[in-house]
């Protein structure tokens, strides 16, 4: 017989994360949830799963993804929670838990989750907790997920104390990034994910920006070939820093870049939505770059580079991020001492030689800090 003709945008593309018996594929192409039964077989240690979702993806992608598991004879469930980061709280996965075990979850029984970065995570939380463990898979729909969230084993939800505080590394059995999901995602959330992008092209792939820097806007307009290609160089990029370090007691630290800044900026919009996360990351890689300059370390032309091509595809890239008032450098530097990463007293810095050049600093002056954003605010 002869194989179905495959055009480039229909490929698929498989890496691997190298984590030993942990280890598992990332698969990255266009129409994977509605063949996403197939796809699961072969970690499945019986023929079911639990799907755990929010209201928004479950109206747009959710019947594919019971379609395929019929035909792949799965028998399957579903948990669908609000949409929003506000799911993420001990409420949220109380509710996911008990309607689990309602659902007479066994450990034989898979978890899937399809959503964004905020199903991934509680989803992948409560599957590390229940029954003392539970498999499951990454079905990431939101740009951000599929380059960054679904893939590494970090899972949470947040307290009142901040984003993040209780969780596990627990690492899916399978990520499935459909990148024709993609095609449903508001533009806002579709920029808040390509910054992650660029964030690998920033840490050690010049190439891979300059590429960018040429294909982000058709990628961004809809480009299936491409939208596939960051996809996978991304998951590429993080699949390999993960296997180095997987409890981020090292060079995993990279993937933070501009995140210092990005989390300090997220605090102080307080969370309602106002500042999405890949915009404050957007605006945070420039501060980092920035700073690098004013340290001496990058080259002024480098970090022109950054501001240019962010905001050339709409992303923020400097104080009017918070609105007309801007920052204040006192307050963002609050913020900043009471970020986790925070060691020995000392906050830590992803900092850059230039693009495709970043390293991890502990040993900046926050008064250098304070003068970048001062004199940041006022430009
Ligand atoms: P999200 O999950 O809230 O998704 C954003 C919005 O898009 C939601 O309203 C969702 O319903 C909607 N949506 C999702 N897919 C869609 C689609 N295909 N079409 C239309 N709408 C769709 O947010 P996110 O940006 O994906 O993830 C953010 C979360 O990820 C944060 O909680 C953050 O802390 C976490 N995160 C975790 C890691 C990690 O390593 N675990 C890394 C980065 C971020
Ligand atoms: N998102 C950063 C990490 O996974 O380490």
Same mark, same amino acid.
């Given at each position: 017989m002869k194989p179905a003709a495959t055009t480039s945008a229909d490929k698929v593309e498989t890496l691997r994360v190298e984590l030993g018996e942990r280890g598992y594929d990332i698969l990255v192409g266009a129409d994977l949830i509605a063949r996403a039964g197939q796809h699961m077989k072969p970690v499945l240690p019986r023929p079911r799963v639990v799907v755990i979702t929010d209201e928004t993806v479950a109206k747009l992608h959710l019947t594919a993804l019971t379609a395929s598991l019929d035909e792949a004879g799965i028998a399957h469930g579903k948990i669908v929670l609000p949409a929003g980061e506000a799911t993420k709280d001990f409420a949220h996965l109380e509710r996911l838990i008990e309607e689990l075990l309602a659902q007479r979850v066994e450990r034989s029984t898979m978890l899937v989750a399809l959503g964004g970065g905020v199903i991934g995570d509680i989803a992948g939380f409560a599957a590390s907790i229940v029954l003392r463990g539970l498999d499951f898979v990454q079905i990431p729909t939101t740009l951000l997920a599929q380059v960054d969230s679904a893939v590494g084993g970090k899972t949470a939800i947040n307290t009142k104390r901040g984003k993040n505080l209780v969780g596990a590394f627990h690492q899916p059995r399978l990520v499935l990034?459909?990148? #024709?999901?993609?095609?449903?995602?508001p533009k806002r959330e579709l920029l808040a994910g390509y910054a992650e992008v660029v964030k690998y092209g920033l840490i050690d792939d010049a190439p891979f920006f300059a590429w960018l820097e040429e294909n982000g806007p058709a990628l961004i307009a809809g480009d299936a070939t491409l939208r596939r290609h960051a996809v996978a160089r991304s998951c590429a990029a993080k699949a390999r820093i993960v296997a180095m370090d997987e409890r981020e007691t090292g060079p995993r630290a990279l993937l933070n870049l501009g995140h210092t800044f990005g989390h300090a900026l997220e605090a102080e919009a307080g969370y309602? #939505?106002?500042?999405l996360h890949g915009e404050a990351v957007a605006a945070g890689m420039v501060m980092a770059f920035d700073l690098s300059v004013r340290l001496g370390l990058c080259p002024a032309e480098d970090a022109a580079r950054v501001r240019r091509h962010l905001a050339s595809v709409g992303l923020p890239t400097g104080a009017q991020i918070l609105g007309p008032a801007g920052w204040n450098a006192d307050r963002l530097i609050g913020h900043m001492r009471q970020d986790k990463k925070v060691k020995d007293g000392r906050v830590t810095f992803i900092l850059a030689?230039?693009?495709?050049?970043s390293f991890i600093a502990h040993d900046v002056e926050l008064d250098e800090v304070r003068r970048m954003l001062d004199a940041a605010a006022a430009a």
């Open positions: 990034a459909d990148t #024709g999901a993609l095609s449903t995602l309602g #939505g106002s500042v030689r230039g693009i495709g050049k």
